[in-house]
């Protein structure tokens, strides 16, 4: 029975970066999401793939309860996405966007995935991401993410979107051109009076600042000596996130807090190796692991004032 | 007695921001760390300004037990700088630079601050640096900033007297350009190979990387909802951080992550207003507060895993 439902892409992404270049690896919102969130909670995924996807490459998925009954194939190729980081990894260059299968993508969520308490609506015309929240359990919690084409293109349906949500991750450019705020303190604000009670705002290798009506909480990003390919950090953040809520069933002040480590320790293990590749081998043991260790890098003793 | 020295600049600066302009404000590396400094330890400064300076709009250091004593005052005008900021006020640019009395500035340490064991080296030609170190007590803690122009003119001075300091306190591009290394991880390891024990990058808005032997710590910085003035973040989160040890006495791992987080909570206040203003201003009371609401922003339960 699933618990978490994602919403998304599955891709096959050309990667180069300052370390190396890779071609035609998996990869997609909904994968890497699933992949982080599959240590957690039971996933089903809804997205459409083409003919000439490997069915069997996500076999390792279904170890970790993925259910994958939600992934149509279609007459066509499966999306693909080809980009370029420089040093500086928080900016990709997209170098080639094919969207083949994706474009008549028109998200049927199954009947036994209707009741997933949990929903992801990765990034995708805000139009789908509406069809989808019609379609599910009315008192799901629902998070969902978006991109500078949608918030150009498709404003009134996206700002109709958010407004059905109860949380919005976005990264601080995305924030400031919905809101037409540059302080992320105030979008927050604005962002909470449409309806969602949390706001996320992913700052890349700087961490991640969460709003809420009680107050603001940031963590930073686990410190690593080399990041090797970002991409899908952020889906796999919201991987680590929604599978921690979905685990412990609760959303209040205390789990989002906890939910947001956890998307950050998972996603400082995604940028370890192109593509989905150091998730699809991570150990629970690992996670515990950085957890402790980061932990560490944010400790400090009380201090004491006069 | 003087227990905290610093080496550096008392300026008149003209600033513009997003949110207002000033001219000929109080300003300079050794102004702006003395200002937060003074609300944990007897200061003795050295700098130096022109004719034209007001002595007396720096009286209300004197109450906070700063000794001025160290400024001398030369024929000529007081160093002025003017700057700009857009709304990403992580970069400043700079419109003017008039040296004057600085471009003769030989830092002659007064024989009654010869002692003082803590000793900030701020953004100096790093030959005069190397010069104070000469004069100072040979067991004291010191720390060094420096800027892309030392860099890039005086590159062999200046890994001279980073040879001879405890701490060095630079921003990312700095420690970039130092090291020629992209990851803070391995460029601070490479710094702690020349002498320093402790390496802390600065990172605006997004807090501080702070590299020792033993591991990394990072503190993101205090959220507010508006940044008015940036300029002297960097010298308040100085001033925050040794005041912060030369009150306690002992440098060890645990009292440099707690300075971290006083010197974060200094600068937090600094770019609140204009120039010195905000800081000139403060209570002790909201030192407190404003670390516990910091502390409140960092909070999360120990996530338990099965």
Same mark, same amino acid.
């Given at each position: 029975?699933?618990?978490?439902?994602?919403?998304?892409?599955?891709a096959?992404?050309?990667?180069?970066?300052p370390?190396?270049?890779?071609?035609?690896?998996?990869?997609?919102?909904?994968?890497?999401?699933?992949n982080? +969130?599959?240590?957690?909670a039971d996933?089903g995924i809804?997205?459409?793939?083409?003919?000439?996807?490997?069915?069997s490459?996500?076999?390792?998925l279904e170890?970790?309860?993925v259910?994958l009954?939600g992934i149509?194939?279609?007459d066509?190729?499966?999306?693909?996405?080809e980009?370029?980081y420089?040093?500086d990894?928080?900016?990709?260059?997209?170098?080639?966007?094919e969207?083949?299968?994706i474009?008549?993508?028109?998200?049927?969520?199954?009947?036994d995935?209707v009741? +997933?308490?949990?929903?992801?609506?990765a990034?995708i015309d805000?139009?789908?991401?509406l069809y989808?929240i019609?379609?599910i359990?009315?008192?799901?919690t629902i998070?969902l $993410?978006t991109?500078?084409?949608?918030?150009?293109n498709?404003?009134?349906?996206?700002? $109709?979107?958010i407004?059905?949500?109860?949380?919005?991750?976005v990264?601080?450019?995305?924030l400031?051109?919905i809101t037409?705020?540059?302080?992320?303190i105030?979008?927050?604000?604005?962002?909470?009076?449409?309806g969602?009670?949390?706001?996320?705002v992913?700052?890349?290798?700087?961490g991640?600042f969460?709003?809420?009506?009680?107050?603001?909480?940031?963590?930073p +990003?686990?410190?690593?000596?080399?990041?090797?390919?970002?991409?899908?950090?952020?889906d796999?953040?919201?991987g680590g996130?929604m599978g921690?809520l979905a685990?412990?069933?609760?959303?209040?002040?205390?789990?989002?807090?906890k939910?947001t480590?956890?998307?950050s320790?998972?996603?400082?293990f995604?940028?370890?190796d192109?593509?989905?590749?150091?998730?699809?081998?991570?150990?629970y043991?690992?996670i515990?692991?950085?957890y402790?260790a980061?932990?560490r890098?944010l400790? %400090?003793?009380?201090?004491e %004032?006069?």
């Amino acid at each position: 029975m699933i618990n978490l439902l994602v919403i998304g892409t599955i891709a096959y992404d050309s990667i180069e970066t300052p370390f190396g270049k890779v071609e035609n690896t998996l990869g997609g919102s909904a994968l890497h999401f699933t992949n982080a +969130a599959s240590f957690f909670a039971d996933v089903g995924i809804v997205a459409t793939v083409g003919k000439d996807f490997d069915l069997s490459s996500i076999d390792f998925l279904e170890e970790r309860n993925v259910d994958l009954r939600g992934i149509s194939i279609e007459d066509g190729k499966t999306f693909r996405w080809e980009g370029r980081y420089g040093y500086d990894l928080n900016q990709a260059i997209t170098l080639k966007t094919e969207l083949n299968v994706i474009d008549k993508f028109k998200p049927r969520i199954p009947d036994d995935y209707v009741k +997933a308490d949990f929903v992801f609506l990765a990034n995708i015309d805000p139009e789908l991401q509406l069809y989808v929240i019609e379609q599910i359990n009315k008192k799901a919690t629902i998070i969902l $993410d978006t991109m500078n084409f949608w918030i150009e293109n498709k404003f009134a349906a996206l700002i $109709d979107a958010i407004k059905k949500v109860n949380i919005l991750v976005v990264n601080e450019s995305e924030l400031r051109e919905i809101t037409k705020e540059y302080s992320l303190i105030r979008g927050a604000k604005k962002i909470m009076e449409l309806g969602p009670s949390f706001v996320i705002v992913k700052r890349g290798e700087y961490g991640v600042f969460m709003a809420e009506k009680e107050g603001i909480f940031l963590t930073p +990003a686990y410190p690593l000596e080399e990041v090797f390919d970002p991409t899908g950090a952020g889906d796999t953040f919201a991987g680590g996130f929604m599978g921690y809520l979905a685990n412990v069933g609760e959303v209040n002040s205390d789990t989002i807090k906890k939910a947001t480590v956890m998307g950050s320790v998972m996603a400082s293990f995604n940028v370890e190796d192109f593509g989905i590749n150091r998730i699809k081998g991570l150990k629970y043991d690992e996670i515990r692991g950085r957890y402790t260790a980061f932990k560490r890098c944010l400790h %400090f003793e009380d201090i004491e %004032f006069k």
